[in-house]
């Protein structure tokens, strides 16, 4: 009981900026941290939720609920995924070869390329919440996308070969019961796609967007593991952080595009 404790802290002190209490990172506290990874993406959907409730009870412009919906991410999670997107972008935009752009991941530093990607990302997050608000059917798929993205990003790390010896990927796999994590994981992706499913029908009478955003989810995840494998050599903190953003981002986009639709 107490490793699943210890388990819990690691993994809210490390991807979320809420209060825990702090806990040594060993192998026996580390076991199976990566599996409550998706609790923090059930924060973040469930605070989506209450913020959408309080603008519409309230009256709130689309353009309020939306830039403050965008930013309840960074504020529960710290920002942590947003910097493996930023980072990422950077690699990617230098077209150098591998140890290059392993080298731009490890970089503290932040090139040119990575802020346009990132006002790009935001820029649309921002446009997809605004058309939510104003048909919000498939809200609840949106909602659900940060747990699920989570689930299969910490999946990726126990069951992806790294792309250093080195660096908070390598940490966490080494760390954890690899077995243990990667089923918990495939529990959470499976339930959290069920969940998917029902909310859909409940809420937007028809399970079809619900499986267009699963089936997108499938390939993207597909396609990033080669992008990784073929790039980068394997996988990175960023390189998790960049998949788990998009995955959500494109949640967002199927629920907006579904939303308006019909």
């Known amino acids: 009981m107490k490793s699943i404790w210890t388990g819990f802290c690691v993994a809210f002190s490390l991807y979320s ?28 959907g469930g605070a989506e939720l209450l913020w959408f409730w309080f603008c519409r009870s309230f009256g709130a412009s689309a353009l309020l609920y939306a830039i403050l919906a965008g930013l309840l991410p960074l504020v529960i999670t710290g920002g942590i995924h947003m910097d493996g997107l930023t980072d990422t972008c950077d690699a990617l935009c230098s077209f150098g070869e591998k140890e290059k752009k392993l080298e731009i991941l490890k970089d503290p ?4 390329f990575g802020p346009m990607w990132l006002m790009a990302f935001l820029l649309a997050q ?6 939510l608000y104003e048909t919000p ?39 954890s019961d690899k077995h243990a994590v990667a089923l918990a994981t495939a529990v959470e992706t499976v339930l959290g796609g069920a969940l998917l499913l029902m909310a859909c029908v409940r ?46 981002l494109l949640g967002l986009a199927v629920a907006a595009l579904g939303g308006l639709i019909g």
């Open 17 to 44: 900026a809420i209060p825990v209490p702090q806990v040594a990172w060993e192998k026996k506290t580390m076991r199976w941290a990566l599996s409550f990874l998706p609790l923090v993406g059930v924060l973040v």
């Open 109 to 112: 530093h932040v090139g040119a």
């Open 126 to 131: 921002t446009a997809l919440f605004a058309q």
């Open 137 to 175: 059917a498939l809200l609840p798929l949106a909602a659900l996308a940060f747990p699920l993205a989570r689930a299969l990003g910490a999946r990726k790390i126990v069951t992806m070969t790294c792309a250093k010896n080195t660096g908070l990927v390598h940490l966490f796999a080494e760390g």
């Open 203 to 248: 809420f937007h009478g028809s399970m079809l967007w619900a499986l267009i955003y699963l089936a997108a989810l499938a390939v993207w995840n597909a396609a990033h593991r080669r992008m990784c494998m073929n790039i980068f050599g394997g996988l990175t903190g960023d390189l998790a952080g960049f998949f788990i953003s998009t995955a959500e």
